[in-house]
T-cell receptor, first 115, second 113 residues
Framework: AQSVTQPDIHITVSEGASLELRCNYS??????LFWYVQSPGQGLQLLLK??????LVQGIKGFEAEFKRSQSSFNLRKPSVHWSDAAEYFC?????????????FGRGTQLTVWP | DAMVIQNPRYQVTQFGKPVTLSCSQT?????MYWYQQKSSQAPKLLFH???????NEADTPDNFQSRRPNTSFCFLDIRSPGLGDAAMYLC????????????FGQGTRLTVV
């Protein structure tokens, strides 16, 4: 069965510090991989996605993620965090060939940013 | 401009009283999804429509139903809401062609009293 693990429930960083959010997946084959962000009371916004090719993908708002097949990981990074980045971040996967909204999500990582 | 619109944003219903949540889209996507997100949990897929074809997830309770009268609209019906059904309900859409990611609405927060 597929699963997505985000080991960090809550992360706190200072504004301007670097950020890395971890995501590991368990799947029969390499899935499509996504990171979504959710602000309080809001829906989900796509930050970036990985389908194939270059394992370092760039997204919106200065985020990037690196796919590592050997580690079954897809960690999200940002070199310098802004206060507006405070939100909940979800890693998600879907099977290749599936419709791309049929997503399995990790439990999420809540990001707090200190001024 | 909002592309996936959910109404209402907040819904309060009584225990056992049927309730309907609405989702509309201006993207002309042929796939529509309903997710349930309980407090501090990951969104969980309930079902999706591929055009007019309804696809239920294996563990979605029978208490949840859905209708899609046309491409633009999709409804979530909860026949007899229980306290455990209080959650944020998210609608999403995608185009079946590959490399077209899902777009989410802002959600409807359902409270059961």
């Amino acid at each position: 069965a597929q699963s997505v693990t985000q080991p960090d429930i809550h992360i706190t960083v200072s504004e301007g510090a670097s950020l890395e959010l971890r995501c590991n997946y368990s799947y029969g084959a390499t899935p499509y991989l996504f990171w979504y962000v959710q602000s309080p009371g809001q829906g989900l916004q796509l930050l970036l996605k990985y389908f194939s090719g270059d394992t370092l993908v760039q997204g919106i708002k200065g985020f990037e993620a690196e796919f590592k097949r050997s580690q079954s990981s897809f960690n999200l990074r940002k070199p310098s965090v802004h206060w507006s980045d405070a939100a909940e971040y979800f890693c998600a996967v879907t099977r290749r060939g599936s419709t791309l909204g049929r997503l399995y999500f990790g439990r999420g990582t809540q990001l707090t940013v200190w001024p | 401009d909002a592309m996936v619109i959910q109404n209402p944003r907040y819904q309060v219903t009584q225990f056992g009283k049927p309730v309907t949540l609405s989702c509309s889209q201006t993207l002309n996507h042929n796939v529509m999804y309903w997710y349930q997100q309980k407090s501090s949990q990951a969104p969980k897929l309930l079902f999706h429509y591929y055009d007019k074809d309804f696809n239920n997830e294996a563990d979605t309770p029978d208490n949840f139903q859905s209708r899609r009268p046309n491409t633009s609209f999709c409804f979530l019906d909860i026949r007899s809401p229980g306290l455990g059904d209080a959650a944020m309900y998210l609608c999403a859409t995608s185009r079946a062609a590959q490399n077209t990611e899902a777009f989410f609405g802002q959600g409807t927060r359902l409270t059961v009293v």
